[in-house]
């Protein structure tokens, strides 16, 4: 029996993720990032199967990736080389002795720092706040920074023949764009933290809920595995047939893919185009938000300039020296330079410094918790 629609609604409400328009603009921001970077990933591989005539297979150049890393399309990698020769910061063995102990010592203070970033704010109750959540999460990325390479640097500067395996080097490339796209995000949410801080503060904690920061944090994660994924799927079945020297201390993507054997020119230009867009994308979002910040500051008070200034010194100051060498490496991103292998060491080694001496450190609150933890670890003693 037919019957009529007498419905009288056209269209349907959709209620999204937040009614926070603050949030919502964050998320805009975010998720921007995650569409372009899926986009430009797809259309990196399309670009690679069109250029290339042996792959003429697209959904099983897709599918093989994922379950068969050894061949593509029907083509075979007929890769010969099992292992990289890394051929290091210097080849002098007075040298390498002292680089030994330099970085030893710089490794184990980056790590000692975020380690203790990490149990303040796990155990102070003061810190359980959502700047010092971003902050511990900002903390183990640059532990695992500093850990993707440093420590196989260090024992490197003991050996005479610096090797890695060819599943090492192509883990050594997923992390460090794991890491590093995971933590430029990170960057851009603590921007927004403290854009809700200063210009919102009574609302601050409504906005940044325990859920609002987990979301962040977890938006970062994506992205960056899907930066990475993007650079991998490709770099992973180039055939390398011959050369297999690095002139690095760790695997870098634009100096293994010059070492394959065929033209790897289309390829730079999309690895190219993948980190660059990402990082401007990134340090686009930080100086609008710093500008609004300040912007905003300046209008309520004369005086609050100084005092904006000392709060996002620290934050500034952080992303100028991690945005600084990224932004030298995309100037000449394929061509060698003697201050190519100082910039590879500032971003692995002395960036994960950065956190605990430049944020939090100096900061009153966390001084106030290590001062409590200090005296607990002292009262301990004293009972024993």
């Known amino acids: 029996m037919a019957h009529t629609n007498e419905s009288v609604v056209s269209e349907f409400v959709l209620l999204g993720l937040s009614n926070s328009s603050e949030i919502d603009l964050f998320f805009f921001a975010h998720f921007s990032i995650v569409y372009v970077t899926l986009v430009q990933d797809n259309l990196m591989i399309t670009a690679i199967i069109s250029s290339d005539s042996r792959l003429n297979f697209p959904m099983y150049f897709l599918l093989n990736n994922f379950i068969k890393?050894?061949?593509?399309?029907?083509?075979s990698n007929k890769s010969v080389v099992t292992e990289f020769i890394l051929l290091g910061l210097s080849s002098s063995r007075e040298l390498q002795l002292f680089l030994f102990f330099i970085f030893s010592v710089s490794y184990g203070a980056a790590m000692l720092g975020n380690i203790l970033i990490i149990l303040l704010v796990i155990t102070d109750s003061r810190l359980h706040s959502p700047v010092y959540f971003l902050l511990s999460n900002l903390s183990f990325f640059d532990m695992c920074q500093a850990t993707f390479a440093t420590p196989k640097m260090i024992v490197d500067f003991l050996n005479e023949y610096k090797t890695i395996?060819?599943?090492?080097?192509?883990s050594q490339i997923f992390f460090l764009h794991v890491f590093g796209g995971s933590e430029m995000v990170l960057l851009v949410a603590m921007a927004y933290d403290r854009y809700i801080a200063i210009c919102k503060p009574l609302h601050y904690m409504t906005i940044m809920s325990r859920r609002v920061c987990t979301v962040l944090v977890g938006v970062s994660w994506t992205i960056g595995i899907l930066h990475s994924a993007s650079h991998l799927v490709f770099t992973v079945n180039l055939p390398f047939c011959g050369p297999n020297k690095v002139d690095n201390f760790f695997c870098?993507?634009?100096?293994?893919?010059?070492l394959a054997c065929l033209d790897t020119y289309v390829l730079?230009?999309?690895?190219?185009?993948?980190?660059?867009?990402?990082?401007l994308i990134c340090f686009l979002l930080l100086l609008i938000s710093?500008?609004?910040?300040?912007?905003?500051?300046?209008?309520?008070?004369?005086?609050?300039?100084?005092?904006?200034?000392?709060t996002l010194s620290a934050h500034v100051t952080v992303v100028v020296l991690f945005f600084g060498p990224l932004i030298f490496i995309y100037i000449w991103p394929f061509e060698s330079f003697p201050i190519d292998k100082f910039i590879s060491v500032c971003f692995t080694v002395?960036?994960?410094?950065?956190?605990?001496?430049?944020y939090t450190l100096r900061n009153k609150d966390v001084k106030e918790a290590m001062r409590k933890l200090r005296n607990r670890h002292v009262g301990s003693k004293q009972i024993f």
Do not use: R
């Open 290 to 310: 710093y500008t609004i910040i300040l912007a905003t500051v300046h209008h309520q008070a004369s005086g609050g300039m100084s005092k904006a200034l000392s």
């Open 69 to 75: 890393p050894d061949s593509v399309n029907g083509w």
């Open 252 to 258: 870098d993507l634009p100096l293994v893919i010059k």
């Open 165 to 170: 395996t060819f599943q090492g080097c192509m």
């Open 350 to 358: 002395f960036t994960p410094l950065l956190n605990p001496m430049i």
């Open 268 to 279: 730079e230009i999309l690895v190219l185009t993948n980190s660059g867009l990402l990082s």
